[in-house]
């Protein structure tokens, strides 16, 4: 019996160093592939910036292709949590105090994480098909499942064409302004990740949406 008991509790730190371990692998990754496009990035960079043994990391991913797919499965899944809770409590206010406040708790977020849309950014821009990276089917799922909820906490009385519009439009100038913060701040004479650059992606992502928000919003407001 104490032999089981000692076999379990060995099992279940196994399991637990298991789980420490490859999350470490996907953190490394996480950093690898947001500085370097996925055909570019190899598993000794990753082993290298996680401070590990690069073939540790073939023992939980046998291929680099496994790896990204499973961090590009991560960051859409913290992205679709993290957009729930940016929502949060918009439906009550008018666009004018909801739309700041969504691209406040927006901007926190992926400055916090630029990791998620530096890595779209890297590869969208060297593939002639995105379908041939791994994972990458899980973007246009995100999207989706991220335009239902938008739908869901936000009452709009426009049709499909119009909402697919702007959200799309706001998704690809916000994967521009952050997944490629460095070139449009230096185009800007700005620091990528000062409050100076955060402001003016602010500032502009309202100018550009808010009075669109609101045509969605009241169509017949003038």
């Given at each position: 019996?104490?032999?089981?008991?000692?076999?379990?509790?060995?099992?279940?730190?196994n399991?637990?160093?298991?789980?420490?371990?490859r999350?470490?692998?996907?953190?490394?990754?996480?950093?690898?592939?947001?500085?370097?496009p996925?055909?570019?990035?190899?598993?000794?960079?990753?082993?290298?910036?996680g401070?590990?043994?690069?073939?540790?990391?073939?023992y939980?991913?046998?291929?680099k292709?496994?790896?990204?797919?499973a961090?590009v499965?991560?960051?859409?899944?913290?992205?679709?949590?993290?957009?729930?809770?940016?929502?949060?409590?918009?439906?009550?206010?008018e666009?004018r105090?909801?739309f700041?406040?969504?691209?406040?708790?927006?901007?926190?977020?992926?400055?916090?994480?630029?990791?998620?849309?530096?890595?779209?950014?890297?590869?969208?821009?060297?593939?002639?098909?995105?379908s041939?990276l791994?994972?990458?089917?899980?973007i246009p799922k995100l999207?989706a499942k991220?335009?239902?909820?938008?739908?869901?906490k936000?009452s709009?009385?426009?049709?499909?064409?119009?909402?697919g519009?702007?959200?799309n439009?706001?998704n690809?100038?916000?994967?521009f302004y952050?997944?490629?913060?460095?070139?449009?701040?230096?185009?800007?004479g700005?620091?990528?990740d000062?409050?100076?650059?955060?402001?003016?992606?602010?500032?502009t992502?309202?100018?550009?949406?808010?009075?669109?928000?609101?045509?969605l919003?009241?169509?017949?407001?003038k």
């Amino acid at each position: 019996m104490k032999k089981n008991k000692n076999e379990m509790r060995g099992n279940a730190n196994n399991l637990k160093k298991g789980k420490i371990t490859r999350e470490r692998i996907l953190q490394a990754a996480l950093k690898v592939f947001s500085d370097h496009p996925y055909h570019a990035a190899s598993i000794r960079m990753i082993g290298k910036a996680g401070g590990f043994d690069h073939q540790l990391i073939r023992y939980y991913f046998p291929a680099k292709a496994e790896l990204f797919e499973a961090v590009v499965a991560q960051i859409c899944e913290e992205y679709f949590q993290g957009n729930i809770s940016w929502l949060e409590g918009l439906e009550r206010m008018e666009p004018r105090e909801g739309f700041p406040l969504y691209i406040d708790r927006f901007l926190d977020y992926n400055f916090k994480h630029p990791e998620a849309l530096r890595i779209v950014a890297l590869n969208s821009t060297r593939v002639g098909d995105l379908s041939d990276l791994p994972g990458y089917h899980h973007i246009p799922k995100l999207l989706a499942k991220t335009r239902r909820t938008f739908e869901e906490k936000i009452s709009l009385r426009a049709g499909p064409e119009e909402v697919g519009m702007f959200i799309n439009s706001f998704n690809s100038i916000v994967i521009f302004y952050l997944g490629s913060s460095s070139c449009q701040a230096q185009v800007l004479g700005m620091d990528p990740d000062g409050n100076e650059y955060r402001k003016w992606v602010k500032d502009t992502l309202t100018y550009l949406f808010l009075p669109r928000l609101e045509k969605l919003i009241f169509p017949d407001k003038k």
